[in-house]
Every structure is written in C-alpha cells, then in structure tokens.
C-alpha cells in the first residue's frame, strides 16, 4: 500500500493524473477513481488487491505490473482487467515490472499455456523465449528484453532456488492467496490442481499441515489436530505409494468410519473391492497377475489378496501373514508404535481385525478423520493422474489449447525423436499430414478436407473440451514400420 501511494505520488508530480486506492483510509474513494478512469479525468489507477477481479473498465489500454506474484489466477486475473473490450481500443499493452526472482518463471510459462501442472520445462521456455514462436491470437505479441531471458536463464538452472512453482515459499503464498480470496484456505487436493505440490513441505513443515499451520491457515480444531497427531500425518505423507492399493483400503476404514478403531480384514478387503470396483482406473491399476478379475473376484480370493498387499505393506509386516493377538491395551499413542507392528507402521493386526496404532482423543475425532481424508484424497488424485510412461518407441503428447482450439504441446528436449516440419501420420485408421513445429502440433490436415482437422479429430477423443484449462488429456506418438501413429491416452473402462 505504501508502495500504491509511492507510485501514485511520483506520477503526480510528473504530471500524470492517478490516485491510489487500497484498503488503508488514506486511500482514495474506490468508486471515485473508477468513474474518472472512465470518464479519462484520471489517467492512471494503482490498486492493491482491489482490482483482481469483478471490475470492469473496458477502457483500460495499459496495465502495468508492480507486485510480484507465484499465483497463475492472481497473475491472469490481473491480466484480464486490460482484455475487455471497447471502441477505439485495438490492443492492450502489458509492462511487466518484475519484482523478484521467484515469479520470473511463471510469467513466460502461464503466458505459454503450460501452467496448468507446471510440466513446461524451463528449457521448454526458454527456447520459445529465444526464438520468439508464441502461439498466439492474431494481433498479439510478446517482448522479453534480451536482459531479462539472460536472466531467465540463469535463474533456469536447477541449483538456483525459487524458479519452481514446487516450492514450500510458493506453495504457502499461493494458499495466502487463495484464502484471502475464498474466504477458506484450499485442499491439498485444490493446491494441486492449481500446479502446486503439497509434497513440497515436508522439507520445512514436516507435512502440508504444518505448512498451512505456519501461515496461520488451520481452524482452531485442526490446529489442535496436527498438534497432537502431527507424526501421524508425517508418517501418511510419507508412505510410498507405487500402487493405489494402500490408499483404497484407508478410502475404505474412512468410509466406514473406522479408522480411529479398526474393522476386520474382511469387511475391509470387502468394502475396498466395492471402491475398486466404482473406479475404471482403479480397476485396471488393480487388475494384474495376482489379481486377473477385481470386480468378480471372489470375496476369499480378494481378502487373501487385499491382505498380503496393502495390509501388509500399512502394517510393515513380511509375508502374506502378520496375525497379532496383541491386546487392545498394546495400542499407543500418536507418539510411539507398539511391538505387535512393524516399525513406523500406522497400522497392525490383532487377530481377525486390522487396527490403527495410534489412538485419537473423541473430541478430536472428526476432524482428524476428515484432515486424513484430505491427505488420502490429494494422493490418490496425484497417483491417478500421474503420467503413465509411454511404451519404448512412444511419446506421450499433453493436449493444450490455442485460440480455443485443441493443440499437442510437447517437450522437444526430452523427446528429439519427434518429427519436425510436416510429416504424416495416421489416427483412427485415416491418413493426416500433421505440422510438426518446436514445441506442438497445431494443425493437422486430411486429403480433400478443408481446414485444420486436428481439433476435430481430438474433440472426438476427449469431448467437447479437450485441451481447455483444468482438464489434463494426452495422445501417444509411435513411430512403427508404417510411419507414426496417433493414438488416445484414454483410462481404461470395465467390462
């Protein structure tokens, strides 16, 4: 706010005609000074987070930026006060002011379309800076100087701290962010989405609790929660998970209301082949060797295995037993395991029943349950939508948008066997000539068919909304003796 009324001063005394306006009572009227933007008595108009969004003022040409930000909403949403449109306007200008290192990143990939999950390389980046092919609209244009992509790439390199969107420093500003403006902080699950990883602090807070906890973003009964069960949750955030497996089965004591106090193996293993079984990708994950028939598997045959698989690996016990008769009484605390388990496991079995090690007060029990929730939900979602590695001989291509149109963005630096320039391909057993240039495909054409075909032949794919913000679809390049051939990267569906 300081640096508002700093800014609207120096212009005034040059002769620009501006107010400041802030939420401190120095600040000029709100509404006055967005009468005389319009009205053109004022030429300039420095905000401080009252401006993001729900404003409109078509007549905005320039927008200049002076604060730095880690958020791609916050970032777009400043943006977007210039794109209305309004007669005489033809363009908008944009003066990026940036303010420190750890934004300088995230302008250029936002800007690229690539921001969704932060899978743009910054070598990605960087070449598009150098060369200057922005998939762009007709009519626009972007200028870095050439300081500053020297600066880019040396901030680029990976021993340089802060260029990540992945990082503890990023992720709690972009929940700051976030909760100023929704009234409520996100979800592990919701940071996620927005190209944040939860993961990222555990380094400094021990887990995404303590991260929220530090930036004063927890309820009173969580607080208390993560202070009382904290090595519970570090634990949860450190299990490894190479399967959905353990995740299912914590869904299942969840759904039942029986994580705090356990349930017996059976009614475990029975009501996770029900979640299994609701879930195509879970079906495919679990179907294997072991286990050829999830869904019609015999619930003898699906308690052995759920047994000797997740239950096991949660209790950290070896072979397909483990069977305690530990009484109740051998329980423990949040803050130390008993003997019955193996070390640093959360779980054990106790005769027939599999049991948490760790006791929770009952005051303490809703919302320690619905924190778990929160951690299994958001690890779940980011095994699921973990990119599956392409078969050898194949590249997995993200579908993107440009223009409202689907296109494939690829990175070239990770997959130089790509073709480049035209090049033909087949798909659903037609023939296209697709143009491949450094970092997509945007245009695909078919024999005596106007126009670009490559959006339709995606949207057939993946519905009417491929490639849009918030959706994450992908193709599978393979060149085989015949040349490529394009393909979805469709979940798998039960019978």
């Not at 933007?37 to 003022?57: I, P």
Request: charged content about 25%; overall charge negative.
């Amino acid at each position: 706010m300081t640096h508002a009324d700093f800014m609207a001063q120096f212009f005034t005394e040059r002769g620009v005609k501006c107010a400041a306006v802030h939420s401190k009572p120095r600040s000029s009227d709100r509404r006055d000074a967005l009468a005389d933007l319009r009205s053109g008595k004022l030429q300039v108009v420095f905000s401080v987070d009252m401006f993001n969004e729900g404003v409109d003022v078509p007549e905005v040409d320039s927008v200049l930026m002076l604060r730095p930000t880690e958020s791609p909403v916050v970032f777009l949403q400043q943006l977007g006060r210039g794109l209305r449109l309004s007669e005489g306007k033809d363009h908008l200008r944009v003066v990026d002011f940036v303010g420190n290192h750890s934004s300088f990143l995230l302008h250029p990939r936002v800007l690229l379309g690539m921001g969704e999950a932060g899978d743009a390389s910054n070598e990605m980046i960087l070449q598009t800076l150098r060369s200057g092919e922005w998939d762009l609209p007709a009519g626009c244009s972007i200028t870095f100087d050439v300081e500053s992509i020297d600066l880019l790439t040396m901030l680029a390199d990976k021993k340089v701290a802060g260029t990540s969107l992945r990082t503890s420093a990023a992720l709690e500003q972009f929940c700051t962010e976030y909760a100023a403006e929704h009234e409520g902080r996100p979800t592990a699950a919701q940071a996620a989405a927005a190209g944040y990883n939860p993961a990222t602090a555990k380094k400094q807070h021990g887990a995404w609790f303590g991260l929220l906890g530090h930036a004063g973003l927890l309820e009173d009964a969580e607080s208390q929660v993560w202070g009382k069960y904290r090595s519970v949750f570090e634990r949860l955030e450190k299990e490894s998970f190479t399967k959905s497996y353990k995740l299912v089965a914590l869904k299942a004591l969840l759904a039942t209301g029986n994580l705090r106090t356990g349930m017996s193996v059976d009614a475990l293993a029975e009501r996770s082949q029900r979640i299994v079984a609701s879930d195509p990708r879970l079906v495919a994950d679990t179907t294997g060797k072991a286990m050829p028939s999830p869904v019609d598997a015999t619930l003898q045959a699906w308690s052995k295995f759920w047994r000797k698989w997740p239950l096991d690996h949660l209790a950290k016990v070896g072979g397909s037993g483990g069977d305690s008769d530990a009484a109740d009484s051998e329980r423990v605390s949040a803050t130390g395991l008993g003997a019955a388990a193996g070390a640093g496991a959360l779980f054990r079995y106790s005769g027939d029943d599999f049991v948490p090690t760790f006791d929770v007060a009952t005051e303490d029990g809703d919302a320690f349950d619905a924190m778990v929730a929160e951690i299994v939900d958001w690890r779940l979602a980011d095994y699921l939508l973990r990119p599956k590695a392409a078969e050898s001989g194949s590249v997995r291509c993200r579908v993107s948008h440009s223009s409202g149109s689907p296109i494939l963005r690829y990175d070239r630096t990770l997959n130089p066997e790509l073709p480049l320039g035209e090049v033909p391909f087949s798909a659903n057993g037609e023939e296209y000539a697709g143009r491949f240039v450094k970092i997509a495909l945007n245009v695909a054409t078919r024999h005596e068919v106007e126009g670009n075909a490559l959006p339709e032949l995606l949207r057939g794919w993946f519905g009417p909304d491929a490639g849009q913000p918030g959706t994450r679809h992908s193709v599978v390049l393979t060149e085989g003796p015949e040349g490529w051939v394009m393909t979805p990267d469709l979940p798998p569906t039960s019978a």
